[in-house]
């Protein structure tokens, strides 16, 4: 039996500019799943999810998932949790040159599903390494940040990004741009959730943005200012001790930052006002500053506070079903001892 779980995630800046070749910072949070992968010899993977619904679902299949039986779950979430897992078993299968590997797998995740925190990417990334550290073929963090993409690639039918999967293998803040992807030194960030409850449809989230920024050259303007904010953050976080407490000016000028990267995003309208409601909760509670993460319409908005003002605040918020402190992740996906 291997056990191994990995991070979620939340943009600090630049997410959808990042479609269009503008850098963007994902930063991994101590939020996870944990995916436990069990050889056995049937060619079967039978998955156990007990958390990624309301009442869990166990399902057991040969082949592909197109052949699971029914169950009592509501297809459109057996679909996507099975999508991930399927194409996270392929994936681990052609890495370790076992194509008729079977598995017990089970899933289980403190990540809000569909809140736009990485849950998916932190399952197949966990799942990926879980699977081939059974077979005896563990994958350096390159190729099971890769093969994590694609695996999410092609669940997502082609909308997936690198930010979500290599952040989730290697921890810490990264900086995206196009298909490279590095980690960089971050301090140790103050950050704050606050969670909706609900979630946005990021293909139609992604294709209003490009409609927008190809009828007017000010939604393309957009776009462009938010990759420039994005390297004026960077070098902020650059010029701090990593993994030191940042200076209270560090943190009023990333959380300015933020401030213009809801905005601009609220701009190219895929905010929403339950996000809307808990930013302003936030910036009215001393927060430096709030933005929502990742594609928009609902999900969760990130805070910078060091106080408990923001989570409290946002507890109290109409609309927002949970707020938490998410530290940050330094270390990546790992193997924990069953």
Known sequence: MTVCEAPGKVYLFGEHAVVYGEPAVPAAIERRATVTAEPRSDGHVRVEAEDLSLDGFTVEYSGGTGDRPDVDVPTPLVEAAMGYVDAAVEQARDAADAPDAGFDIAVESDIPLGAGLGSSAAVVVAGIDAATRALGEPLDRRELADRAYRAEYEVQDGQASRADTFCSTTGGAVRVEGDDCEPIEAPNLPLVVGF???????????????????????????????????????????????????????????????????????????????????????????????????????????????????????????????????????????????
């Not at 957009?222 to 070098?235: F, H, P, Q, Y």
């Not at 213009?260 to 929403?272: I, K, M, P, R, W």
Request: with cysteine.
């Open 196 to 338: 909706d409850g609900g979630a946005g449809d990021t293909g139609e989230l992604v294709a209003g943005v490009g409609a927008l920024r190809e009828e007017y050259g000010f939604a393309a303007d957009a776009v462009e200012s938010i990759g420039d904010l994005v390297r004026t953050g960077e070098a902020l976080l650059a010029d701090a001790e990593p993994g030191g407490e940042p200076s209270p000016a560090l943190l009023a000028q990333l959380g300015e930052l933020m401030d213009f990267n809801h905005g601009l995003l609220s701009a190219l309208g895929v905010s929403a006002r339950s996000l809307d409601a808990m930013v302003w909760a936030a910036r009215d509670a001393g927060a430096h500053g709030a933005k929502l993460t990742g594609a928009g319409g609902g999900g969760c908005v990130v805070a910078l506070d060091a106080s408990d003002a923001t989570e409290t605040a946002l507890s109290f918020t109409q609309g927002c079903e949970e707020a938490f402190r998410a530290e940050l992740a330094t270390e990546g996906v790992r193997v924990v001892e069953p």
